[in-house]
């Protein structure tokens, strides 16, 4: 399985990035997906995961500004930042397993992962 982020960026304070993570190497499976972050200085932290099954969930502290997307046709799974903050500043991971069946935010629980693409937001 390969992930590989693309889309961050530097934005001002209410601005809008798209991060997307193309998929590979999956077949017809279908893998718990979802998106992580970590700012410097703390540690890594769920945003939003998807299940296989279409199940979503988001962290509280991106709740109706970030949407999760999945495009099945192209293996690409995107999200949507909108209104962002300077406290969305990290470098932004995308994440896929196959071990868990409900929707997960605990890094542990995930496999496979991105390299990761910056997002910068300046007040």
């Known amino acids: 399985v390969q992930l590989v982020e693309s889309g961050g960026g530097s934005v001002q304070a209410g601005g809008s990035l798209r991060l997307s993570c193309a998929v590979s190497g999956v077949g017809y499976a279908r893998p718990h997906m979802a998106w992580f972050r970590q700012a410097p200085g703390k540690k890594r932290e769920g945003v939003v995961s998807r299940l296989g099954d279409g199940i979503i969930s988001y962290a509280d502290s991106v709740k109706g500004r970030f949407t999760i997307s999945l495009d099945i046709a192209e293996s690409t799974l995107f999200l949507q930042m909108n209104s962002l903050k300077p406290e969305d500043t990290a470098i932004y991971y995308c994440?896929?397993?196959?071990?868990?069946?409900?929707?997960?935010?605990?890094?542990?629980?995930?496999?496979?992962w991105g390299q990761g693409t910056q997002v910068t937001v300046s007040s």
């Open positions: 994440a896929a397993t196959f071990r868990i069946t409900e929707s997960s935010l605990v890094e542990t629980d995930f496999d496979y």
